[in-house]
Every structure is written in structure tokens, then in C-alpha cells.
């Protein structure tokens, strides 16, 4: 292939993703009850005309989907920074434990401390991430192991745990059982247009952080010696990555409960066009990871309507013979 | 362990030390059980109401309600904890016990499949959890087959396939009226909560069946460790061995899913736990299975005297102290390798 024609497929790529997102955009906010025409939307979208399916338009279907673009963005370039800053190419915020350490610390504040507001909610949601992040890190070894699996047990092994406590914590308090199971399942709706955008300005302070350490990142998967000698600051690198995986996946979780394999699935689809460059992998990831996500909650709406399938089983659906397949090829080439 | 080698004469006190202490934890973790709850009984007290002594009401709630519950745990625990031990034994990998190979995921998607189409006798529910769990186990070594069983891949395989059949289970859920969809989630946790006298003779007689096979097999499985050549020079058929093993495995854990529903990370730990406790090379049965009923049973009681009056199942309670264990475990693979 040449080098113009392969210029071509990656534009053709480009554009047909584009496309594809504004098709699934419009899909999620025309399907559902009531069922709306795409050209009855755009119109009411511009006037709303005060009338029922405005006000479901404005108040539920636009939030929603400022939301699935958010959260898809910031899972998928949270698994694109794991990936790099343990050298893993599994990492990913889901099998890691860091989302089930955010819903950990959220439900811990339900019931234990009553709390209630979106902001607290979102502030604790990420104090769990954090946590949850350092320990997986330190029981899996990064930086001291080579092993690839291990540090996947040990998310394995502190999701097991989190979960179970979470559980346990919900049986506890019965009134807040309910609250807690709606959160828990990973869904998109019941959110507000201020969270949502509460939500899409943290995410794209995170996205930005994420750009801006893309080059060093680049370095660092050459591992500390390599990248120290080409001039990056490991540590710093390392500290703002660790912060961003923090920011994102804190405000994910806090906003539609665990959902994961969305970190695993967008970079590995991606690098497949991108190849190795960081920051080619990171832009490309922000404009795949909604895309997945609104196929993910177009489908959790639809497969079981009129009740919707929790978001998180889907994407556990799609993402889960991934990392079977990702697993053992891996295993075989070596 | 039959061994030609007697061991050293330290290394015996610590087994004998080692027996006792395990045998304690399960002796008072039953007493519990049968003394505390909503009627709070002194020890002494549900020791004579076990013989039929005392007040009437106390001898009803010690001997119909607790005595069950358990026996139930002590049958339970031995039988998760030898299915582990066989697993772990032909995987030659500690972490290759059944509910890591996506066998109690796979056990709740077949009950609940068989629930959807509309059965509901202990039979069938039995049939659809030996099903599911054989589909699932099936599953995780047909995508694991090439890069053999011995490593982590195996593992991370049964991850990914416990998380799609997780999320099949959803799907079946919804599916499912609310009051049985209930029944299946309780049930899906794993507990003893709710558990019925009926199953002790099942279980009891499988764990019978299950001691005399076993002993049985262990001299041909202890050689398999020499190698597959060595073991052949013995006169030990490997594959055999290993089909009859994993037979035998799968029978037990099917059993005690029956009878309590996926009660996780028992079969994980119990035998790696007898392992260092009695310090034997190979993962040792008998002491696999008595750690197993004392892990279950002083489980059981954390699950319903913590946060009394709401009984947790008892699944969550081994599922936080499994996980614990597996961390542990993890953190000491490095340091040895080292």
C-alpha cells in the first residue's frame, strides 16, 4: 500500500466514524417512548414547542447523550493511559478494580454517611478510584513484574472483595437497597442536564491532561531507563497519568455506576488503525469510546424493551471475549 | 497423605498442632451456630438440647432449625474444598479451582435457564446448575486449550467468560417475574440461610462416595507430579487419572451448588490454606476437607451474627475473605519466585 492510499482508507476511516457517531447520536435520541422522526428532533431541538415529547426530548434524551459521550471519552482514554503506565496491554479500568473501588467508596457514603448531593457523590466516587488504583498497582507488582496477569488477578481478586462489601452494605440498610441497585447496575438514566454537565466539564479537564502528557507517555512505554534518557520526567508523567485515571474513571462510576471492558475494548480497536503512537491512540480514542457507548446503550434499550438491560452488562458482553481472544494470542506468540 | 517417607518428627507435631487447631475453629464455629441467634442458648444448653435435654422450645429450634444449618456447612465446606483440591491438583495451579474457571457463574445460568422455562423442582434446578457449570468449565478450557492449563491465561479466560455469563445471567433475570427473580438472586449469592434437612443424606453420602474414590485415586494423582513419563513408568495412566479426577470434581461441586448455590472462593483457598498449614508439597485431601468445613462454617456464622439482625448470605462473607486470600497469595508468588 502506498503511502497516498493509505492516507485515503485512514480519512475514509475517520469520516466513516463521524458519521457513525452523528447516526447514533441522533438513533438515541429518537428511540425510545415516545418514538420520534429524526427531522421531528432536529426541529425540536431548535423551538421546543412545550410539548410532551419536547420536554422528554430536553430533560431526559439530551442529557443522557451528552453523558454516553462523556463517559464513553473518559473510559476509553482511562484504559489507554493504564495501558501505557503498566505497560499492560489489559489494563483497563474495569478488571482493574478501580471502578468497583469508586462504587465502593459511593454506596460506603450512602449508607454510611447519608450523603446525597452529585458533587459529594462525584468527589468520593473518585477518593475510591484513587484508592482502589494504588492498591491494585501495589498487589499487582507494576513497575517490579513483567507478568501481564498478575496484575489483572489482582484487580480480579480486589473487585471480588469491593463487590462483595458493596453487596453486603446494601443488604444492611434496606431503604437504601433500592437507590443503590439503580446506581449499581450502570446506567445512563435518571441523570439531570447539570450533572450532566458537571460530568462533561470534569471529564474534558481530564481529556486535556491526558493529551498533554500523550507525548510522554510515548516515551514511557520504552520503560524508566529509555524514557529518562530521552529527556521525559518519568515521575511526573507517571503522577499527572495516575490523576487523570482518577478524574475519569471517578467521574464515570459516580455518574452511571461500574461499566467495564470500555477501556479495554475502544484502544485495542483503535490501535488497529493508529498503530503504537499514544497520541494518535488517545484523539482516536475520544472519538471511538461514545460511539461504543451509544451502541452499548442503544442495544441495553433496546434487546429488553420496554425495560432496559443494564449498560454495564452490555459492554461486559462485547468486552469480555476480547480479553478472552487478547489473552491467550498473546500467550501463544510468546 | 500416604507416604513411604515418614516425615520428620517436627514436621508431625506441626500436622498434629495443625489438626487441632482447624478442628477447634470448626468445633466452635458449630457451638455458634447452634447457640446464638434471634433465641440466644448458652453452650452448655444447645449441648443438651442436641441429646434432646431441656426446654422443648430450645430443644425445637436447636435440633429442627440450627442443627441443619450446621451439618449442612460442615458437609458443604468438605465437599467445595476436595472439589478444589482435585481441580488445583490436575491444573498443577493454585489458583485453578472451580469458581475461577467460571464453574458457579456458569451453575447459575443453567438454574436460571431451567427456571425460565418453567421447572421448579429441586431435580431440575439441580440438573440446570451441573449443566451450566460443565458449559461454562467446558468453555474456558476449549479457549484456553492451546496455551495449556498450568499458567495465568486459563485463569483470565475463566474471567472473561464468568463476566459474559454474568451477563447473561442479567438478561435471564429481567426476563424472570419479580418474586422468582428474587428466589434466583438469593440463591445465586450463595447461602445457608434457608437450607433444608433434606439434603443432608445426598450430601453426606456424596462426601462418603466421594472420601472412598479419592483415596483411592491420590497415589496415581501425588505420582502425576513426577510427570506424565515417570508417572506412565509407574504404571499410572495420566489421562485417565485426570478425566477420573476432574469427574469426581465436578460431581462434588455440583452437589454442594445444589444444595446452597455458588458459595465462591471455598474450593480456592481451603486447599492452598491445608497446603501450608500441614506443609505438604501436594495439596493434601483429608486436611483440604477439614479446613473446608471450618472456613464455610466460621463464615457462615460472621454471615449471620455481623450485622444481626440481617443475615447476610454466605456467600459475600467467603467471597471478602477468599479475595483477601487470593491478594496474599499473589504478594507471596512474587516474593518466592524471587
Known amino acids: 500500500m502506498t503511502a497516498r492510499t493509505k492516507r485515503l482508507t485512514r480519512t475514509a476511516i475517520v469520516v466513516a466514524v463521524a458519521l457513525g457517531g452523528i447516526v447514533l447520536a441522533l438513533a438515541e435520541l429518537c428511540i425510545g417512548e415516545p418514538m420520534l422522526a429524526p427531522l421531528q428532533v432536529l426541529e425540536m431541538l431548535r423551538h421546543p414547542d412545550g410539548s410532551q415529547a419536547a420536554v422528554i426530548l430536553h430533560t431526559l434524551r439530551v442529557p443522557r447523550l451528552l453523558l454516553a459521550i462523556a463517559v464513553g471519552a473518559a473510559l476509553a482514554v482511562a484504559g489507554v493511559i493504564m495501558q501505557a503506565l503498566t505497560r499492560n496491554p489489559l489494563a483497563e479500568p474495569g478488571i482493574l478494580g478501580v471502578n468497583a473501588g469508586a462504587s465502593f467508596a459511593v454506596t460506603l457514603s450512602f449508607v454510611v454517611l447519608g450523603i446525597r448531593g452529585f458533587g459529594a457523590t462525584l468527589v468520593i466516587a473518585a477518593i475510591g478510584a484513587a484508592v482502589a488504583g494504588v492498591l491494585v498497582a501495589l498487589l499487582g507488582g507494576v513497575g517490579r513484574s513483567a507478568s501481564v496477569s498478575r496484575l489483572i488477578l489482582a484487580g480480579v481478586a480486589l473487585t471480588a472483595v469491593l463487590s462483595g462489601l458493596t453487596q453486603a452494605l446494601s443488604l444492611i440498610d434496606p431503604a437504601q437497597y433500592a437507590r443503590i441497585r439503580v446506581w449499581e447496575a450502570g446506567s445512563l438514566a435518571a441523570r439531570d442536564t447539570t450533572t450532566a454537565l458537571i460530568v462533561a466539564g470534569v471529564v474534558v479537564t481530564g481529556l486535556v491532561l491526558a493529551l498533554a502528557i500523550g507525548p510522554g507517555l510515548n516515551l514511557l512505554v520504552l520503560g524508566d531507563d529509555a524514557a529518562r534518557a530521552l529527556g521525559a520526567r518519568v515521575e511526573i508523567v507517571r503522577a499527572i497519568g495516575l490523576v487523570t485515571i482518577v478524574l475519569l474513571c471517578g467521574t464515570a462510576t459516580a455518574a452511571i455506576g461500574p461499566v467495564a471492558f470500555v477501556g479495554l475494548l475502544v484502544p485495542h480497536a483503535v490501535r488497529a488503525f493508529t498503530g503504537g503512537d499514544q497520541v494518535r491512540t488517545l484523539v482516536a480514542s475520544i472519538a471511538a469510546g461514545p460511539v461504543l457507548l451509544l451502541v452499548a446503550d442503544l442495544i441495553a434499550r433496546t434487546v429488553a424493551a420496554p425495560g432496559e438491560v443494564p449498560l454495564g452488562v452490555v459492554t461486559a458482553f462485547l468486552g469480555a471475549p476480547v480479553l478472552i481472544v487478547l489473552v491467550n494470542r498473546r500467550r501463544r506468540r510468546s | ?338
Open chain 2, 1 to 338: 497423605m500416604t507416604s513411604i517417607v515418614r516425615a520428620h518428627p517436627a514436621l508431625r507435631r506441626r500436622r498434629v498442632v495443625a489438626t487441632a487447631v482447624v478442628a477447634a475453629v470448626l468445633a466452635v464455629s458449630t457451638l455458634g451456630t447452634l447457640a446464638l441467634g434471634d433465641l440466644g442458648v448458652s453452650p452448655g444448653d444447645a449441648l443438651a438440647a442436641l441429646v434432646g435435654a431441656g426446654d422443648p422450645g430450645t430443644v425445637l429450634v436447636v435440633q429442627q432449625w440450627r442443627l441443619p444449618r450446621a451439618i449442612l456447612g460442615i458437609l458443604v465446606g468438605a465437599l467445595l474444598a476436595l472439589a478444589g483440591a482435585l481441580f488445583q491438583t490436575v491444573t498443577r495451579n493454585p489458583l485453578g479451582s472451580p469458581d475461577i474457571l467460571g464453574f458457579s457463574v456458569g451453575a447459575f445460568t443453567g438454574v436460571l435457564a431451567v427456571t425460565l422455562v418453567g421447572a421448579t423442582s429441586v431435580l431440575a434446578l439441580t440438573g440446570g446448575a451441573i449443566g451450566g457449570g460443565l458449559l461454562a468449565a467446558a468453555m474456558v478450557f476449549l479457549f484456553s486449550a492451546r496455551s495449556g492449563f498450568g499458567g495465568f491465561a486459563v485463569v483470565v479466560t475463566g474471567v472473561g467468560v464468568s463476566a459474559m455469563l454474568a451477563a447473561v445471567n442479567v438478561v435471564l433475570v429481567v426476563r424472570l417475574d419479580d418474586v422468582r427473580a428474587r428466589a434466583a438472586a438469593v440463591w445465586a449469592t450463595g447461602s445457608l440461610n434457608g437450607v433444608t434437612a433434606v439434603w443432608i443424606v445426598p450430601a453426606a453420602l456424596t462426601l462418603g462416595i466421594a472420601a472412598v474414590t479419592i483415596s483411592a485415586l491420590a497415589p496415581a494423582l501425588n505420582a502425576l507430579e513426577f510427570g506424565d513419563e515417570r508417572a506412565g513408568a509407574l504404571g499410572v495412566r495420566p489421562t485417565a487419572t485426570r478425566w477420573w479426577a476432574m469427574l469426581i470434581g465436578v460431581a462434588l461441586i455440583a452437589v454442594a451448588t445444589a444444595v446452597t448455590g455458588p458459595i465462591g472462593f471455598v474450593a480456592l483457598a481451603a486447599p492452598q490454606i491445608a497446603r501450608r498449614m500441614w506443609r505438604t508439597g501436594t495439596v493434601p485431601f483429608a486436611a483440604s476437607a477439614l479446613v473446608g468445613a471450618a472456613l464455610l462454617c466460621a463464615s457462615d456464622l460472621l454471615a449471620a451474627r455481623l450485622f444481626a439482625p440481617v443475615m447476610l448470605p454466605t456467600g459475600l462473607v467467603t467471597v471478602c475473605l477468599g479475595g483477601a486470600y487470593l491478594a496474599w497469595l499473589l504478594t507471596r508468588r512474587e516474593r518466592t519466585t524471587r
